[in-house]
């Protein structure tokens, strides 16, 4: 069973920093791409940082672009999105996920297993 557990949001002051961690099971972790989405209150979800399989190229929205970077450790089956400099805009619901597929992608369509979110609240 594909599992994905994202952890690491908080309450975080304007200019802050955050690492979120996505610990992943029941699949071979390094095949696969891995990306981090958010859902805003009252807004869509956006994909805002991807991560490719074994080369791991990095892919950002231009909201986030700077500013944070993912990664992945593929001997712990983990990703992380480390976050700086974090605005009020920041605040949403944040979400790993990954698919059956090998180009990396921040269009969640082909994107299958969700983790549960978590959440990260930027206010001073």
């Known amino acids: 069973e594909v599992q994905l557990q994202a952890s690491g949001g908080g309450l975080v002051q304007p200019g802050g920093s955050l690492r979120l961690s996505c610990a992943a099971s029941g699949f071979t972790f390094d095949d696969k791409v891995i990306s981090w989405f958010r859902q805003a209150p009252g807004k869509e979800r956006e994909g805002i940082a991807c991560?490719?399989?074994?080369?791991?190229?990095?892919y950002y929205a231009d909201s986030v672009k700077g500013r944070f970077t993912i990664s992945r450790d593929n001997a712990k089956n983990t990703v992380y999105l480390q976050m700086n400099y974090l605005k009020p805009e920041d605040t949403a619901v944040y979400f790993c996920a990954t698919g059956h597929f090998a180009e990396a992608t921040l269009n969640e369509a082909p994107y299958a297993y969700w983790g549960q979110g978590t959440l990260v609240t930027v206010s001073s």
């Open positions: 991560i490719s399989d074994r080369r791991a190229s990095t």
